[in-house]
T-cell receptor
Framework: QQPVQSPQAVILREGEDAVINCSSS?????VHWYRQKHGEAPVFLMI?????EQKGHDKISASFNEKKQQSSLYLTASQLSYSGTYFC???????????FGTGTSLTVIP | DGGITQSPKYLFRKEGQNVTLSCEQN?????MYWYRQDPGQGLRLIYY???????QKGDIAEGYSVSREKKESFPLTVTSAQKNPTAFYLC?????????????FGEGSRLTVL
């Protein structure tokens, strides 16, 4: 059930860009993105709905290709505060189940 | 302030003991969830509840039990049948529908079995 993310981990210097991918073997109705700082709870970043609409959050944006059952998160001009683990997530609306992806650890260094 | 409160934040347990993790929300959300997180790994769904007096197993429900007697409360019991219970446990509630809404999380409970 769990979506697969890639890469598993990435290290960036401040100002560099990164892309995190999320792929599901099941149909995606929507894709959520969350960020978790070390030792804290995940925090909602954004949601993408069917239709490929791209939504942004400051310098973080995402895309959703429902045909390919994939989503990508784009982090532009990364800042130290972007460090954390990023999770994609998807709901199964036949029962209100919500599954998270395998996670991507992102570390931004000065 | 509205939110989700989990307690205790840290818990130590001896092998063979049952422990109950508390999760309370005052957001008036219907659906609630329990996830388990192991170091460096993702969040795995243990149980979820859509409404009061209803709950469903997630992918890793074995060794866990829950109840949902009140809308605000969704406690998780880690039983002695759970073979490897040391983990970080997160409770969440859902604002809206699962495919268009947003999950809100508590601060988590870290369980260590000695």
């Amino acid at each position: 059930q769990q979506p697969v993310q890639s890469p598993q981990a990435v290290i960036l210097r401040e100002g560099e860009d990164a892309v995190i991918n999320c792929s599901s073997s099941k149909a995606l109705y929507s894709v959520h993105w969350y960020r978790q700082k070390h030792g804290e709870a995940p925090v909602f970043l954004m949601i993408l709905l069917k239709g490929g609409e791209q939504k942004g959050h400051d310098k973080i944006s995402a895309s959703f290709n429902e045909k390919k059952q994939q989503s990508s998160l784009y982090l532009t001009a990364s800042q130290l505060s972007y460090s954390g683990t990023y999770f994609c997530g998807t709901g199964v609306n036949t029962g209100n189940q919500f599954y998270f992806g395998t996670g991507t650890s992102l570390t931004v260094i000065p | 302030d509205g939110g989700i409160t989990q307690s205790p934040k840290y818990l130590f347990r001896k092998e063979g003991q049952n422990v109950t993790l508390s999760c309370e929300q005052n957001l008036n959300h219907d659906a609630m969830y329990w996830y388990r997180q192991d170091p460096g790994q993702g969040l795995r769904l243990i149980y979820y509840s859509q409404i009061v007096n209803d709950f469903q197993k997630g992918d890793i429900a074995e060794g866990y039990s829950v109840s949902r007697e009140k809308k605000e409360s969704f406690p998780l019991t880690v039983t002695s049948a759970q073979k490897n219970p040391t983990a970080f446990y997160l409770c969440a509630s859902l604002l809206g529908e699962v495919d268009t809404g947003e999950l809100f999380f508590g601060e988590g409970s870290r369980l260590t079995v000695l």
